[in-house]
Nanobody, 126 residues
Framework: QVQLVESGGGLVQAGGSLRLSCAAS????????MAWFRQAPGKEREFVAV????????YYADSVKGRVTISRDNAKNTVDLQMNSLKPEDTAVYYC???????????????????WGQGTQVTVSS
């Protein structure tokens, strides 16, 4: 069982940066694939980024590629999302998720993940 708590959200102007962090409980954090999803008002939850247990592979949604970096520290049980050049369309609640497996064909589906945080709000003003 893993419990996830996100932090770091807030209000930022377009072009600015934010760093989201997700703290995980449990001694088996390093075994989990970790991902970030987001959900804007009136829209479905969508994939943002994923990192495998070792950190050796990362994947990003096309909408954030080049502006966002996902990283993890298995010693600290944390996974971060550095977001730069933020746009108003990045406004959403951002969720951290943990999954026990990694599937190169399905990593962007939320059903692949077993545990979710409560979310942190990111608002980008124009």
């Amino acid at each position: 069982q893993v419990q996830l708590v996100e932090s770091g959200g807030g209000l930022v102007q377009a072009g600015g940066s934010l760093r989201l962090s997700c703290a995980a409980s449990g001694r088996t954090f390093s075994r989990y694939t970790m991902a970030w999803f987001r959900q804007a008002p009136g829209k479905e939850r969508e994939f943002v980024a994923v990192i495998v247990w070792s950190g050796a592979m990362t994947y990003y949604a096309d909408s954030v590629k080049g502006r966002v970096t996902i990283s993890r520290d298995n010693a600290k049980n944390t996974v971060d999302l550095q977001m730069n050049s933020l746009k108003p369309e990045d406004t959403a609640v951002y969720y951290c998720a943990a999954g026990t497996a990694f599937d190169t064909d399905n990593y962007y589906f939320d059903k692949q993940y077993d545990y979710w945080g409560q979310g942190t709000q990111v608002t980008v003003s124009s």
